[in-house]
């Protein structure tokens, strides 16, 4: 039963692999103090209501809706439309929705080619029709209807307008309950802010001292070809750890844990393309001058755009890799 008396939130998942829920249930003992202060009205990996519940409700009745999750199928489209009609304020929440995620690496192909890889090609597939999934499908008179799959993985803000940003993958629970706190208190920064510290990874990493102030590196490691040492840079020891080029917020989690920073919490607002901003500051980690060298560290990193676009690919100047085949659908 709703209580009129608290502000009411709404959670809603897209296309995830469903961290960010996660990231609310280790709240832990604090989730008490969240469901105590608000009336959670919408969170269907949760609890049982249902979209004709939000759709039912006034617009702008709901306080806050935190949405997660890329935005791939007309459905996530339709629910980021709703939860906007529906909500004061739009948070997108999580890497996914904030810059893409994961998901958004689905951008290197068109939706044709996924379809081929996932019901056609894979040698697990017995297929010979070669059957793919249609929107529709009527049989003994009763229409089976599904979502359209679009060709573009889009971040939230490409589809309706957001209020505020809370980056990661997922978002640490210190993070969601500091802009829970925010909210609650009227403590929000300016509208379209990240809800994270503006300031680089390495400023909060516990190795920051041992960072030299030039490195000269011929080649990148990954984490299992080498022995860390954990009271070393990583970067300084061949280590692909993008943390001078990410925002901070997550208390360098990786780092502490001898892992790399891969780029989750984005960059900061001085960035304009997340990717240019980690090649150059990787780049100018380089010993190498000549075509030959430069070639021979770069060959050291097996997957440039796994690697420099791993959650902001939708976000950033590049967007998507042009499809030749449906260039009208590329365009969505």
């Known amino acids: 039963m709703s209580n009129p008396t608290k502000p009411q939130v709404a959670f809603y998942w897209c296309a995830s692999c469903g961290g960010c829920e996660e990231a609310v249930v280790d709240l832990a003992d604090g989730v008490l103090a969240v469901v105590d202060a608000v009336d959670i009205i919408f969170w269907p990996v949760a609890l049982d209501f249902k979209r004709s519940d939000v759709e039912a409700r006034p617009d702008g ?35 996914c ?24 090609d894979p040698p ?23 979502p359209a799959f679009r060709d573009t993985v889009r971040t939230l803000d490409q589809v309706v307008e957001v209020d505020y940003y809370i980056p990661g993958c997922p978002p640490t629970p210190k993070l969601l309950m500091d802009a829970v706190q925010a909210i609650l208190t009227g403590a929000l920064p300016p509208r379209g802010s990240v809800l994270a510290p503006d300031i680089a990874l390495c400023d909060q990493c516990h190795l920051k001292a041992t960072k030299p102030d030039r490195l000269l590196l011929t080649s990148f490691k990954r984490p299992h070809q080498v022995l ?23 208390e360098a989690l990786c780092p502490s844990g001898n892992m790399p920073c891969s780029g989750c919490f984005g960059p900061t607002s001085r960035v304009h ?50 499809s030749q085949a449906a260039p009208a659908e590329a365009a969505q």
């Open 61 to 95: 009745s709901i306080a806050v809706a935190f949405v997660n999750g890329a935005v791939r199928t007309s459905e996530q489209e339709e629910m980021a439309h709703l939860m906007r009609r529906k909500a004061q304020v739009l948070i997108a929440f999580g890497a």
């Open 97 to 120: 929705s904030h810059l893409g995620g994961i998901p958004g690496l689905a951008n290197l192909w068109d939706r044709k080619t996924i379809f081929r890889g996932s019901y056609s």
């Open 124 to 146: 697990s597939v017995v297929n010979p029709e070669g059957t793919l999934p249609q929107e529709s499908w009527q049989e003994d008179g009763r229409m089976t209807t599904l």
């Open 228 to 250: 860390i040492d954990p009271e070393t840079c990583l970067l300084a020891q061949g280590l692909l750890c993008l943390g001078p080029a990410t925002r901070a917020g997550c």
């Open 273 to 322: 393309d997340v990717g240019a901003k980690l090649i150059s500051a990787v780049g100018s980690a380089f010993d190498a001058s000549s075509p030959d060298a430069i070639e021979a560290v770069l060959s050291t990193i097996p997957d440039p755009v796994g690697t420099f676009y791993r959650y902001s690919l939708p976000a950033s100047r590049l967007r998507r890799k042009v």
